[in-house]
């Protein structure tokens, strides 16, 4: 399985607009942010975790043409912006596009783009979604994906386990705090990507210290914080993380064996 940060930025992106802070003026790159998603390739099957609102620069950037599925973690504006831009990706293949959510995320998906979900008003070139409410376990090609509901204490959210070749990893970039029975399923991941919003509380996200007690109780093989704010500076995160714990950049690339 390998694993592409398409964006690791929380919902403004960094740098911010009109902000002149250490990290929004930092000339390191892994201080930009675009807004977060990951790509996921494993045995030829191709996933999108979100379609941000930076998917087209983000695809370009990283020449990523044709696509299996996108399955969607939740309906906030940061992680399904980009609807639009996956008509490229529907243009380069017959059929609608596999799309995953849960049944809440994905009627707030057909309010907001119904253009493309009703079939008396999509046109030829419009986005086709072959819509799936996803709340058990599907497969995708060679994966074999797990939504887990998690609290973002905002709008319905999930995680998602993917699994294949004996190799697991969790997504989770938007989470406040994670139930019982998702916790449980997500034991011993070979990698976990979390939420790691900043150093301070907030009413939504999980904070530093709030991710590092989540690792430590799900016991990943290696960790990533991602949907990183400003607050973040990559050298200075990086050197407060336990040895297991990395922060993620844009353009980061992982594989599990
Ligand atoms: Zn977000
Ligand atoms: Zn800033
Ligand atoms: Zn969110």
Same mark, same amino acid.
């Given at each position: 399985?390998?694993?592409?940060?398409?964006?690791?930025?929380?919902?403004?992106?960094?740098?911010?607009?009109?902000?002149?802070?250490?990290?929004?003026?930092?000339?390191?790159?892994?201080?930009?942010?675009?807004?977060?998603?990951?790509?996921?390739?494993?045995?030829?099957?191709?996933?999108?975790?979100?379609?941000?609102?930076?998917?087209?620069?983000?695809?370009?950037?990283?020449?990523?043409?044709?696509?299996?599925? %996108? &399955?969607? +973690?939740?309906?906030? *504006? #940061? =992680?399904?912006?980009?609807?639009?831009?996956?008509?490229?990706?529907?243009?380069?293949?017959?059929?609608?596009?596999?799309?995953?959510?849960?049944?809440?995320?994905?009627?707030?998906?057909?309010?907001?783009?119904?253009?493309?979900?009703?079939?008396?008003?999509?046109?030829?070139?419009?986005?086709?979604?072959?819509?799936?409410?996803?709340?058990?376990?599907?497969?995708?090609?060679? %994966? &074999?994906? +797990?939504?887990?509901? *998690? #609290? =973002?204490?905002?709008?319905?959210?999930?995680?998602?386990?993917?699994?294949?070749?004996?190799?697991?990893?969790?997504?989770?970039?938007?989470?406040?705090?994670?139930?019982?029975?998702?916790?449980?399923?997500?034991?011993?991941?070979?990698?976990?990507?979390?939420?790691?919003?900043?150093?301070?509380?907030?009413?939504?996200?999980?904070?530093?210290?709030?991710?590092?007690?989540?690792?430590?109780?799900?016991?990943?093989?290696?960790?990533?914080?991602?949907?990183?704010?400003?607050?973040?500076?990559?050298?200075?995160?990086?050197?407060?993380?336990?040895?297991?714990?990395?922060?993620?950049?844009?353009?980061?690339?992982?594989?599990?064996?």
């Amino acid at each position: 399985m390998n694993i592409l940060f398409l964006g690791t930025g929380t919902s403004t992106g960094v740098p911010q607009i009109g902000c002149s802070c250490a990290v929004c003026t930092s000339p390191d790159p892994r201080n930009k942010r675009l807004r977060s998603s990951i790509y996921v390739e494993a045995s030829g099957t191709r996933i999108l975790l979100d379609s941000s609102p930076d998917l087209r620069q983000q695809a370009l950037r990283e020449n990523i043409t044709d696509l299996d599925a %996108v &399955l969607y +973690t939740h309906a906030h *504006v #940061d =992680h399904i912006g980009g609807f639009d831009d996956l008509r490229a990706f529907c243009w380069r293949r017959t059929g609608g596009l596999p799309m995953y959510a849960s049944p809440e995320t994905m009627k707030t998906l057909r309010t907001m783009y119904g253009w493309a979900f009703e079939s008396g008003k999509a046109r030829t070139g419009y986005v086709r979604p072959e819509p799936h409410e996803a709340t058990e376990p599907f497969r995708v090609g060679s %994966v &074999l994906a +797990t939504p887990l509901p *998690v #609290d =973002h204490a905002a709008v319905d959210t999930c995680a998602y386990m993917l699994e294949s070749g004996g190799m697991r990893l969790v997504y989770m970039p938007d989470v406040k705090s994670i139930p019982e029975a998702s916790l449980e399923r997500m034991k011993g991941a070979d990698l976990l990507i979390i939420d790691g919003l900043r150093y301070d509380l907030h009413p939504t996200h999980m904070c530093l210290d709030e991710s590092l007690a989540a690792i430590r109780a799900i016991e990943p093989g290696q960790a990533f914080l991602t949907h990183l704010s400003h607050n973040m500076d990559y050298r200075i995160l990086s050197g407060r993380l336990p040895e297991n714990v990395g922060a993620a950049y844009d353009g980061l690339r992982l594989s599990l064996p």
